[in-house]
C-alpha cells in the first residue's frame, strides 16, 4: 500500500510525560516536527525539556492543562502560532482512588476526550487529523474470550449499569465511552479534522519518562518490576488479558496514523502476540541471571500459565498493512523493559 510522505508538522501532543506519549514525543522530535505537548504542571514540562537538552522551543514547547477532565481544559492550548495540524491525545483523566465510578472514571474520561475535540474544532480550524488514544479495553467483551478472534471491528458492550458495579468494570467502560463520543462528534459535527484511535492492550516496554523510583511506574510494567524485586517470587500472579504489545510500537503507530491519508476514519488494534507471566519470567530468568534468585519456578510459575480454558486470538492486519507495522518480540521488550528500570532504579 503506498503510503502519505511525512512532512514537517505542527503537532499538539497531549499528556506528554506519560508512559506512551514519552515515547511519541521522541518519535515527533526525531522525524523533524515542531511539537508542544501539556502537562500538568510546570516541573514536568521541566523534566521534560532536560531529557531534551539540544531540542530548541521551536521544536519543543509547553502549555500547562492542569486537569483535562474541565470541559474548556483544551481551549486555550489548542491554539498555536504557527497553527496546529495535527492533535495527539494521550492524556487521559488521573485518578488517584476511585469512590464514585461515575464522576471518578466515565465522566471525566468522555469530557477529556470531547472537550479537546470541541475546542479543536472552535479554534484550531488548521488541524486536519486527531489521533486518540484509545484501549484493548474498548474492544473486548469478557464474556466472550476462549474461541474469540477479536479486531477494530469489535467493541465492549458495557453498559452504563455495569460500569457502576466496580473500579474494573468502571476503567473498561471509561474507555469505552469516550472513545464512542469521539467518533459520535465526529460524525455528527463534521469537524475539518478526520479522526484515528489506536486500541492497545497490555503495553509493556522500556521507561523513557522521567521517574525519580520504581514506586511511580506505570501499571503495565509494574509486574515486570515485582518480578525484579522477588514480590512474585511465591506465585506467579495471572496475566490477565493474554496480548501485549511494546510501547515503542504503540507510540510509532500513534505517529504513523497522524499522516497516513489511509488512516482517516479507522480504529487500529495495536497487538503484537499473545503472552503469559509464565513466559516473562522465564525469559527474565534466560537473560538476567543475577535475578534467578528473585523469581519464581517450578510450581510457582503455574498460576502465571496461560489459562487451560483457551484465551482469544487476534487480528491485526490493519495496523501491519495501513501502517506498516513490525511488531517487535516478547523477548526484546521484556528484555529493554527490564534494562530501562535498572537504570532508574541505579538513580
Not at 488517584?96 to 474520561?109: E, G, Q, R, W
Not at 473498561?172 to 492497545?200: G, H, Q
Given at each position: ?64 492543562v492542569e486537569d483535562i477532565s474541565r470541559p ?54 488548521s488541524v486536519r487529523r486527531v489521533v486518540i ?151 527474565m530468568s534466560e537473560k538476567f541471571p543475577h ?57
Amino acid at each position: 500500500m503506498a503510503r502519505t510522505r511525512e512532512k514537517r508538522a505542527r503537532i499538539l501532543l497531549t499528556g506528554g510525560s506519560g508512559f506512551i506519549a514519552a515515547h511519541v514525543l521522541d518519535y515527533l522530535l526525531a522525524r523533524g516536527h515542531s511539537v508542544v505537548t501539556t502537562v500538568r504542571s510546570q516541573q514536568k514540562a521541566e523534566w521534560i525539556k532536560s531529557a531534551h537538552p539540544d531540542t530548541s522551543k521551536d521544536n519543543l514547547d509547553f502549555a500547562i492543562v492542569e486537569d483535562i477532565s474541565r470541559p474548556d481544559a483544551f481551549d486555550e492550548a489548542v491554539i498555536s502560532d504557527p497553527p496546529f495540524e495535527v492533535v495527539i491525545h494521550t492524556a487521559s483523566p488521573f485518578h488517584y482512588n476511585v469512590t464514585d465510578v461515575k464522576k471518578d472514571l466515565l465522566d471525566p474520561a468522555v469530557i477529556g476526550t470531547t472537550g479537546i475535540l470541541k475546542a479543536i474544532k472552535k479554534s484550531a480550524p488548521s488541524v486536519r487529523r486527531v489521533v486518540i488514544t484509545s484501549s484493548f479495553a474498548a474492544i473486548i467483551d469478557p464474556k466472550k474470550l476462549a474461541g474469540k478472534t477479536y479486531s477494530e471491528a469489535d467493541w465492549n458492550p458495557i453498559t452504563e449499569a455495569e460500569a457502576l458495579e466496580n473500579p474494573n468494570n468502571g476503567y473498561r467502560a471509561s474507555k469505552t465511552f469516550a472513545e464512542r463520543a469521539a467518533w459520535d462528534f465526529v460524525e455528527k459535527e463534521n469537524p475539518n479534522f478526520t479522526l484515528a484511535s489506536c486500541n492497545p492492550p497490555l503495553v509493556l516496554g522500556p521507561i523513557v519518562h522521567y521517574l525519580n523510583s520504581l514506586d511511580a511506574l506505570n501499571t503495565s510494567n509494574q509486574r515486570i518490576r515485582n518480578f525484579m524485586t522477588g514480590a512474585a517470587k511465591e506465585e506467579c500472579p495471572p496475566s490477565g488479558v493474554n496480548f501485549f504489545v511494546d510501547v515503542r510500537d504503540v507510540a510509532l503507530s500513534h505517529v504513523l496514523a497522524a499522516f497516513q491519508g489511509e488512516a482517516a476514519g479507522k480504529r487500529f488494534f495495536i497487538v503484537a502476540d499473545k503472552f503469559s507471566n509464565k513466559q516473562i519470567a522465564e525469559i527474565m530468568s534466560e537473560k538476567f541471571p543475577h535475578l534467578r534468585d528473585l523469581l519464581p519456578t517450578g510450581n510457582a510459575l503455574k498460576s502465571g500459565d496461560f489459562p487451560a480454558t483457551g484465551t482469544p486470538d487476534f487480528d491485526n492486519t490493519r495496523s501491519v498493512e495501513v501502517l506498516g507495522i513490525k511488531y517487535r518480540s516478547l523477548t526484546e521488550s521484556v528484555v529493554d523493559t527490564v534494562k530501562s528500570l535498572q537504570a532508574v532504579d541505579q538513580k
